[in-house]
């Protein structure tokens, strides 16, 4: 495996084409996500016109990252790299909404909507910004099948959204999954790798 070392940028890069989860939350608070305004009369898990670029901090292991809006990701940004802050902000933003939307397309050709996705990036040894971290997985992406696609309400998906479920349902717990919920997040996400890719992985 090939690696590269980067100096990660500290903002969770978030891109929506479709309202769910926070977005959705926010929506129904304010008709806003992470204070771009959106159109009146959306459903849950609606498309979106365009995607939206909703950046978040990102804290250290166990805080709750904080969404912030595009002004206020300059803003940090310019904290950290003086004099670069709307530079990097402009072009972290301009390749994550590029970058699902040719994701977006191709898994849409497999039967998987994209409905969000987060990406980080760093920069290299020549300061040019690279896409870095994890990319369209189940813990980052939310995969729905796009033959049960109705908008109104939550989505089946091939993601996390099921352990998640299971441990909302569940806050009393010791915050170990039982050997069920395991297996089934597992098939869960083996489905979708399989969707998309076409192979099939053993495990």
């Excluded at 998987?112 to 910004?129: C, H, P, R, W, Y």
């Excluded at 994890?134 to 049960?148: I, Q």
Aim: aromatic share 10%.
């Amino acid at each position: 495996m090939l690696v590269r070392k980067l100096r990660m940028l500290p903002v969770e890069c978030i891109v929506r084409g479709y309202i769910s989860g926070s977005g959705w939350k926010s929506y129904k608070e304010d008709q806003t996500a992470c204070g771009i305004k959106l159109p009146a009369g959306l459903k849950e898990s609606d498309k979106l016109p365009e995607p939206v670029f909703t950046p978040s901090t990102k804290e250290e292991l166990g805080d709750h990252d904080i969404n912030i809006s595009y002004e206020q990701c300059i803003e940090h940004l310019e904290k950290y790299y003086p004099g670069k802050g709307q530079k990097y902000a402009e072009q972290i933003r301009d390749y994550t909404i590029a970058i699902y939307k040719k994701c977006a397309d191709y898994a849409l050709t497999k039967g998987i909507i994209i409905a969000d996705t987060k990406f980080e990036f760093g920069l290299d040894e020549n300061d040019n910004i690279v896409v870095g971290d994890e990319m369209l997985t189940p813990d980052s992406s939310r995969f729905w099948p796009a033959d049960k696609y109705e908008p109104g309400h939550g989505q089946p998906s091939f993601d996390k959204q099921f352990a998640r479920d299971w441990l909302l349902a569940n806050p009393h717990d010791d915050w170990t999954l039982p050997e069920d919920v395991a297996q089934k997040t597992i098939d869960i996400y083996l489905k979708g790798y399989e969707l998309i890719t076409g192979k099939k992985l053993d495990c």
